[in-house]
């Protein structure tokens, strides 16, 4: 059972540039969080998308916007990227249904370098 | 968000047993205690969650004050794949994880 997948591993892009990070949840997970964690940072939560809909969000700008295609997967989008946005962009998936705190599965992570 | 302190840093030796402390002063009565840890060049995984009562799993024991102010994460026979920062968080239901720095354990042979 493949866990949570996330592509590419490494990037580089130069400032201004956009970018667009793909996810694959964990089987039979219907729900997908991103979180941005810069060096010697713990992960800071950026949003949350369930049944395709965006339903939380933490303290990031609308230049982080996403989306999450019917087979649970997902896009994080980066606009007009900025060095600061230079980080590990980490995906996790749950079940939302479980009706108790559920177990987040995180992937590896993709690298981003803004040059 | 209620806050969790741990100490920035913890050594321990191969094979034996270590007690990760986390201090929450302000936890609420629906936060429940999570525990992550993130091994070198990967992402978080899960190591345990409670509520009221000790917890144990295959991969550690969270023993829990009896007013839920502190917590202790336990892994019983240390080994050198155990080196990680271990997250100690608190968590309304299905709420985000709310990362702080974290205990980077280091385990000496």
């Known amino acids: 059972d493949a866990g949570v997948t996330q592509s590419p591993t490494h990037l580089i892009k130069t400032r201004g540039q956009q970018v667009t990070l793909r996810c694959s949840p964990k089987?039979?997970?219907?729900?997908v969080s991103w979180y941005q964690q810069a060096l010697g940072q713990g992960p800071q939560f950026i949003f949350q998308y369930y049944e395709e809909e965006e339903r939380q969000r933490g303290n990031f700008p609308d230049r982080f916007s996403g989306h999450q295609f019917p087979n649970y997967s997902s896009e994080l989008n980066v606009n007009a990227l900025l060095l600061g946005d230079s980080a590990l962009y980490l995906c996790?998936?749950?079940?939302?249904?479980?009706?108790?705190?559920?177990?987040?599965?995180f992937g590896e992570g993709s690298r981003l370098t803004v040059l | 968000d209620a806050k969790t302190t741990q100490p920035n840093s913890m050594e321990s030796n191969e094979e034996e047993p270590v007690h990760l402390p986390c201090n929450h002063s302000t936890i609420s009565g629906t936060d429940y205690i999570h525990w992550y840890r993130q091994l070198p060049s990967q992402g978080p995984e899960y190591v345990i969650h409670?509520?009221?009562s000790n917890v144990n799993n295959r991969m550690a024991s969270l023993a829990i004050a009896e007013d839920r102010k502190s917590s202790t994460l336990i892994l019983h026979r240390a080994t050198l794949r155990d080196a990680a920062v271990y997250y100690c968080?608190?968590?309304?239901?299905?709420?985000?994880?709310?990362f702080g720095k974290g205990t980077r354990l280091s385990v000496i042979a």
């Open positions: 968080i608190l968590r309304k239901g299905n709420t985000p994880l709310v």
């Open positions: 996790a998936s749950s079940l939302l249904a479980s009706g108790t705190p559920g177990e987040l599965f």
């Open positions: 409670g509520l009221t």
């Open positions: 089987s039979g997970h219907d729900t």
